[in-house]
């Protein structure tokens, strides 16, 4: 820059690189007028020196004029803006800018044009309108508008037009000086968006100087933490936590001046003594080198979040009626609990608990009335626990509890029969006055196991082992409690392949009558020929079967069997006996049963008189009138009905007279000791005499010797089936049977 143009500025207090302020404004247009005012002066004596073809002083004009541009453009250079000279038409004099790329219209085009050749129509007439508010009120007036650059970027730019005293052939002049502001206006727009949203935002923000006081905050700061801004402006950070410690340690101030970044929660203390969780990020930022250092803290109160993340951890691990904890916890304080006695060498007990009777409760009074009935009992025998005791709910009606430093083994029976007392005590729910005693496992760790699989598993297996055994009581696991439970699941994995595998067959038994020793009948009885294994007990296997619910399958192949049999000795032409089978409680109950019945027996043609079904007394009296229908639905398509095991359930006489049965079947047991019992004796006479008046026929089971067929022979029983009579036997030792003539006790009693 011109050391002349330098001093000006200088003595202007002017930088080029800085937009002057007003009073330095107006000082720089003077200067600029009155070098316009000296280059005229110097125009016009040098224009008289002229007259004289002087070329001396023609020289003298040139380098003059030259002189007044050099200065006139040295100005314009200094500073960012564009000057434009105008006269009082609009006429452009002249253009001054350091960036002519800046120009939308050349300076050659410009210089010399009016506005309205230069601008749109709109534009045209606004600048128009600046220029004459600037001459008639004699002062600066500005305009803010848009405008394409030269570059083709729409840009905004404000318009500075101030009066001149310079006239151009008589017209007065203006100056206009014309400023692009996109940027400006850019980062005036998007640091009061900034203030916005920190003044709106729920997170508070906090900017901390080098020395680490509170030079900024924003209106959220004062809720979170119950503090007034202008309280804490210029104050350390620790001014934002009552008491409790700084919410930054020196820990955190350690990494966060390290790694320039640190974040975690933290607990704020508030004037008011409440307390709130605190997620709190720390940024350490530098805005330029060498510049000074700032903290810019952000603090988001997540109190309602760690309240919801613990009631979510509540309910994943409590059960949500009795609010105990549920399986999950369970297992988390049972591991704990190992561990613990492990270490102290003490034993803990954990008992399993499952209540009586109440699927009846449930089913009869209504889920309701049941699910106060176990809340009840969560809340008696929480009254019960010693501190460090769980007691949990397992689902259902199952519950458990966890018990540690046992010294005794008189501690864990006294507990025990607490435990019992308790549950016998009656419930008070909803009016109703509900008696539940409680079947409760027992396994004592670590002698029963060292895992929460294997404690468990024993405990469970002894709770099954107190139900089997008659209820409202308590066992202790034992191994041989344990190989039981094996053996039960063994079984139940077998059942499941056997029917896929063929392994069920049938045998038949046959049925004699007494009075003509004619063979009228046979039971159908199921045998298991499992691999590996040989013949399974029927004892063993039914059962589990009516409890998995695979006696459904069972019954349907049973009945399908039976009636390929009949149409196979019809086939031999002998005559098929009555078949008597089975009919499980389950499938009794069953609403589809008299229509697979009904279908099996159309497929093969099977005739009703040809199939008998035996029931047990318990399943007409537990599901009457549901067993009722189906027993009256069989009887209507002629199969004739009898009840196996007579005298061994609740036998009722009403249920004798309300269901449509055709015969009583004497069970074993009574048969066994007929000749030694008395009682046995009576049992079996008062059977006879009371299918009789009911016009029922009997059918005596297990009748291993000739002293029990006399007997029964006398009392007038009317059919027989037993060893003495028959073995079980395959189809074709039926088919012998058939042909041949009647055994030779029943021949000899007859003659």
Not at 249 to 257: F, G, Q
Not at 347 to 367: E, P, Q, T, V
Not at 493 to 515: D, R
Not at 707 to 729: I, T
Request: hydrophobic share 40%.
């Amino acid at each position: 820059m011109h050391r002349l143009l330098e001093r000006q500025l200088k003595k202007l207090m002017l930088a080029r690189d800085k937009a002057p302020q007003d009073k330095a404004w107006r000082d720089f247009l003077q200067k600029v007028d009155e070098a316009y005012r000296q280059a005229d002066q110097d125009r016009y004596t040098l224009e008289r020196s002229l007259t004289i073809s002087s070329d001396e002083m023609q020289s003298l004009y040139q380098q003059l004029k030259a002189s007044s541009e050099a200065r006139l453009s040295a100005i314009a250079t200094a500073f960012p803006d564009m000057l434009f000279f105008q006269d009082e038409e609009g006429r452009f004099l002249d253009v001054l800018t350091a960036h002519p790329e800046a120009l939308y219209v050349p300076r050659e085009e410009i210089i010399g044009s009016r506005m309205e050749d230069v601008f749109e129509e709109n534009l045209s007439r606004c600048f128009h309108k600046l220029l004459s508010d600037t001459l008639s009120n004699n002062s600066l007036q500005q305009i803010e508008y848009q405008m394409l650059n030269g570059s083709g970027d729409l840009r905004l730019y404000e318009a500075r037009m101030v009066p001149m005293d310079y006239r151009e052939q008589g017209r007065r002049t203006l100056l206009t000086v014309v400023r692009d502001i996109t940027d400006t206006r850019r980062n005036e727009t998007r640091a009061q968006l900034v203030s916005k949203a920190l003044n709106a935002a729920r997170e508070g923000v906090v900017i901390l100087d080098e020395e680490k006081h509170i030079i900024s905050a924003n209106p959220a700061v004062e809720g979170i933490c119950q503090v007034a801004l202008v309280d804490i402006l210029g104050s350390e950070i620790s001014a934002l936590c009552s008491e409790g410690g700084p919410l930054l340690d020196e820990d955190a101030w350690l990494i966060l001046e390290t790694v320039g970044r640190w974040h975690g929660e933290v607990l704020l203390y508030r004037p008011d003594g409440s307390q709130a969780s605190l997620w709190l990020s720390a940024d350490r930022v530098q805005p330029e080198i060498n510049a000074s250092l700032y903290y810019v803290i952000l603090l988001s109160d997540i109190s309602e979040l760690h309240a919801s993340r613990m009631e979510l951890e509540r309910l994943a691990t409590h059960d949500p009626l009795t609010g105990l904890p549920n399986r999950i916890l369970f297992q988390d304080r049972l591991e704990q609990a190992l561990t613990r006695v492990q270490r102290s060498g003490l034993s803990g007990a954990l008992f399993f608990m499952d209540l009586d009777r109440f699927k009846i409760i449930n089913d009869s009074l209504g889920h309701q009335v049941g699910d106060r009935l176990l809340q009840a009992v969560a809340d008696r025998l929480a009254r019960h626990l010693r501190q460090g005791d769980t007691l949990a709910r397992m689902g259902g009606d199952e519950f458990t509890l966890i018990v540690e430093n046992l010294k005794r083994p008189e501690d864990v029976v006294q507990l025990l029969e607490k435990l019992q007392e308790e549950f016998r005590r009656p419930f008070t729910v909803d009016g109703h006055e509900l008696r539940t005693t409680a079947s409760i496992g027992v396994s004592v760790f670590p002698r029963d196991g060292s895992t929460v699989e294997e404690v468990v598993k024993h405990a469970d297996t002894a709770m099954y082992s107190a139900k089997d055994g008659g209820r409202d009581q308590y066992r202790f696991f034992t191994e041989k409690l344990n190989l039981s439970a094996y053996s039960c699941f063994d079984t139940e994995q077998g059942l499941h392949k056997a029917l896929a595998n063929s392994e069920f067959y049938l045998v038949y038994q046959p049925q004699y009558e007494l009075a003509t020793g004619e063979l009228v009948g046979v039971e159908a009885l199921l045998r298991w020929n499992r691999s590996g294994q040989g013949l399974i007990r029927p004892a063993k296997f039914i059962p589990m079967a009516e409890m998995t619910g695979l006696i459904i399958p069972l019954g349907t192949w049973v009945r399908e069997t039976v009636c390929k049999q009949i149409v196979a000795w019809r086939e031999e032409g002998t005559v098929p006996p009555r078949v008597a089978i089975n009919l499980s409680s389950r499938e009794l109950v069953r609403p589809g049963l008299n229509a697979s019945v009904a279908s099996q027996m159309a497929t093969y043609r099977i005739p009703a008189e040809c199939l008998e079904f035996e029931i047990t007394e318990s399943v007409i009296i537990e599901r009457g009138d549901v067993a009722y229908q189906n027993l009256f639905s069989l009887t209507e398509m002629g199969i004739e009905l009898a009840i196996d095991d007579f005298g061994t359930g609740h036998s009722s006489l009403v249920n004798l007279k309300r269901f449509p049965l055709a015969g009583l079947k004497i069970d074993r047991s009574f048969v066994r000791d007929l000749l030694v019992d008395a009682n046995d004796e009576a049992i079996v006479r008062a059977t006879i005499a009371l299918a009789r008046s009911f016009g029922m026929k009997t059918v005596a089971e297990g009748v291993e010797n000739h002293q029990q067929l006399e007997f029964l022979r006398k009392a007038g029983c009317d059919v027989v089936q037993g060893h003495v009579c028959g073995k079980p036997m395959s189809p074709k030792g039926i088919s012998r049977l058939l042909a041949a003539s009647a055994p030779d006790a029943l021949a000899d009693g007859h003659q």
